[in-house]
């Protein structure tokens, strides 16, 4: 079946200009997450969805970032305001029920962001 | 907060050797994850253990998850140069509530052929 989709692949943005990055998890996947990917680094946790629960922000770098969800569906990632330290790749996983006992992440291709 | 080290963060071998990655956490976990990414690809879930003690095999691929629930292992036997990538593990605090699972910097083994 069709796996975690995120658009666009690529984007290259002016600093300061505003981003929105969108992810299509696996139909029926009720945890959906955003994460962040410096080159040659490890992931690192943005947001976090989990059915009609209010998200988990702790990761989310500065007030300029923001995600949402639209019930179990598709999710935005958007940017404002984006500064060189934002390129990166950012990574979407979904999975089926986000608990103990069901928990592996499919992820996404990833957006490539650069910022100029 | 809570943190989880992998060591060592570059491993090179030669097609044939054997490759082990490290993974601790200063607090003890649920469980906890094995991830492969291959250069320019995504994360792809290998594996997740749970039990103090436990060893996973899947072919020449062992995982082991520390008694105190602390440290896990993966070891690759007889690498091929289908094992290049980056190997992460994931590991998770406590249980209930949200699943976020913090992630280990990740170990990238270059296999030379």
């Known amino acids: 079946g069709a796996g975690v989709s995120q658009s666009p692949s690529n984007k290259v943005t002016e600093k300061g200009k505003d981003v929105e990055l969108r992810c299509d998890p696996i139909s029926g996947h009720t945890a959906l997450y955003w994460y962040r990917q410096r080159l040659g680094q490890g992931l690192e946790f943005l947001i976090y969805f989990q059915g009609n629960s209010a998200p988990d922000k702790s990761g989310l770098p500065s007030d300029r970032f923001s995600a949402e969800r639209t019930g179990e569906s598709v999710s935005t990632l958007t940017i404002q305001r984006t500064q060189q330290e934002d390129s990166a790749v950012y990574l979407c996983?979904?999975?089926?029920?986000?608990?103990?006992?069901?928990?592996?992440?499919?992820f996404g291709p990833g957006t490539r962001l650069t910022v100029l | 907060g809570q943190q989880v080290m992998q060591i060592p963060q570059y491993q090179h071998v030669q097609e044939g050797e054997d490759f082990t990655t490290y993974c601790n956490s200063s607090?003890?976990?649920?469980?906890i994850q094995w991830y492969k990414q291959r250069p320019g690809g995504h994360p792809v879930f290998l594996i997740q253990l749970v039990k103090s003690g436990e060893v996973k095999k899947q072919k020449r691929l062992t995982f082991q998850f520390g008694e105190a629930k602390k440290n896990s292992s993966l070891h690759i036997t007889a690498t091929q140069t289908t094992d290049v990538g980056t190997y992460f593990c994931a590991g998770r605090v406590g249980a209930g509530g949200s699943y976020i699972p913090t992630f280990g910097r990740g170990t990238s083994l270059i296999v030379h052929p």
């Open positions: 996983a979904s999975s089926p029920d986000g608990t103990d006992s069901y928990n592996e992440q499919f």
């Open positions: 607090t003890t976990l649920s469980n």
